[in-house]
């Protein structure tokens, strides 16, 4: 990176303590990953200089040869990488993705049905602090309370008495492989588009390791950072019936011009998602997820959510071990260990009982399935004692043997 240093030390000392941070930290934070240098050094080219508005072919300014150049590889890789009859890249977040999505399916006022946030779903997805929940009137389902699955005769059920014009599957904190197929069939019955926001499993759908929603959805919506392991963005594939409408509600209805240097590193990250080295790395996140859940599985006080995880992530319930999921999140990352904290789908208020854990981020630095069950014991270890000082000096010291042993070298 340019030693920008004399300039302005302070962003420059920001930037250089938090590099240091990921370096030392074991990252379970299940939306987050580690970008390519490739990637990282289109985000900081030159073409944060210039102005794209409009799409290629109909520009609003002057001199986009090279930007259509990237533009239409980043769209032609997306399709390609997800089968999508249509792509649409320029959505700055996932949640600018939804957002142009219900401008092109919606109007004000009509009615959503989506993930509850305490069954794991997103609060783009119709929550009342959100956008989503105050334009639109949004109802929710959530999972089984035996099974913490998908109910899919409560979803139906629901569906026919809300009758939505658009249900909306896919989730922030949901841990199982999702039937977009019965997702459809009930959207069919209640005659609702379907939009699926397939922002945390991308990387798997991509891989080919999840069922593709492509397949079955009016439209599919995603971020590109997470399990996908590109730069921080959103994008949206669909029918190409719905390119035109797609393409309006992206710009102009939200969004004016693009984040071409984000557009470069998209592209540069789908080619990536392309190569066969990327369907082991998917492979590998999934069973190191796997690894952490049987450790946490066999232990006593926590309790896994539905029991396993056929994905990147998993959900810990502690409420056995009397810390919420602050408190826990808290202790573990004064180990060295980064969290979030989680609802519990069957949590009566919004405490958070519960922490989330994910493997795309350790996975990109090389840990194997030993590792990550090494790891979830040192988590076994310190939501078990949480006052043992001694107990968590020796996890920090395993953290740091464990960093030092697998440094990021993307
Ligand atoms: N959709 C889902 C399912 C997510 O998990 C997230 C982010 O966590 C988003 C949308 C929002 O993405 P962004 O933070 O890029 O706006």
Redesign the pocket.
């Known amino acids: 990176m340019y030693d920008f240093s004399a300039q302005d030390p302070t962003i420059w000392n920001a930037i250089q303590k938090e590099s240091n941070r990921q370096d030392s930290v074991i990252e379970l934070i299940a ?1 987050e990953n580690i970008a390519s240098k490739a990637v990282r050094a289109a985000q900081g080219s030159v073409l944060t200089n210039k102005y794209a508005v409009g799409y290629p072919g109909k520009r609003v300014y002057t001199g986009n040869e090279a930007l259509d150049v990237i533009d239409n590889a980043a769209k032609q890789r997306a399709e390609k990488l997800f089968h999508a009859e249509y792509a649409n890249v320029y959505p700055h ?4 993705a ?1 957002q142009a999505v219900y401008a092109a399916f919606l109007k004000p006022g009509d009615k959503i049905l989506a993930m509850s946030e305490h069954a794991g779903g ?1 609060f ?1 997805h119709g929550q009342k602090h959100n956008f989503s929940g105050q334009l639109y009137e949004s109802h929710f389902y959530g999972v089984d309370p035996e099974t913490e699955l998908l109910d899919f005769d409560e979803i139906e059920k629901i569906a026919k008495e809300v009758k939505p014009k658009l249900i909306i599957a ?3 904190a949901y841990s199982h492989i999702i039937d977009w197929t019965k997702f459809r069939k009930i959207a069919d019955e209640v005659n609702a588009y379907l939009m699926v ?1 397939m ?2 499993i991308a990387g798997l759908v991509a891989a080919g390791l999840h069922p593709n929603p492509v397949e079955v959805a009016d439209v599919v919506t995603s ?1 590109t950072h997470k399990t996908l392991r590109g730069p ?1 963005g ?1 994008m949206i594939l669909a029918k190409a019936k719905y390119a035109d409408a797609l393409d309006n509600a992206v710009f102009p209805i939200s969004q004016s011009g693009t984040l071409e240097h984000v557009i470069a590193a998209k592209a540069i990250a789908y080619d990536e998602a392309l190569q066969p080295s990327f369907k082991e790395y998917a492979q590998n996140v999934i069973n190191n997820a796997q690894a952490m859940a049987k450790v946490f599985n066999a232990d006593d006080k926590i309790r896994l959510v539905s029991g396993g995880t056929e994905n990147h992530e998993m959900t810990l319930d502690l409420n056995a071990t009397g810390l919420t999921g602050e408190q826990a999140a808290d202790l573990l990352y004064s180990v060295g260990i980064a969290t979030n904290k989680e609802l519990l789908p069957l949590e009566s208020g919004n405490t958070m009982e519960g922490i989330r854990i994910g493997t795309p981020t350790i996975t990109s630095r090389n840990f194997n399935e030993d590792d990550a069950t090494q790891v979830a014991k040192l988590i076994v270890t310190v939501l078990n004692h949480p006052n043992d000082e001694d107990q968590l000096n020796d996890v920090k010291q395993a953290v740091v043997q464990l960093v030092n042993d697998h440094p990021i070298t993307r």
Do not use: F
Not at 93 to 96: A, I, K, L, V
């Open positions: 939306s977040s996932g949640t600018q939804n997103h783009t896919g989730a922030s926001d922002a945390h971020t921080r959103g």
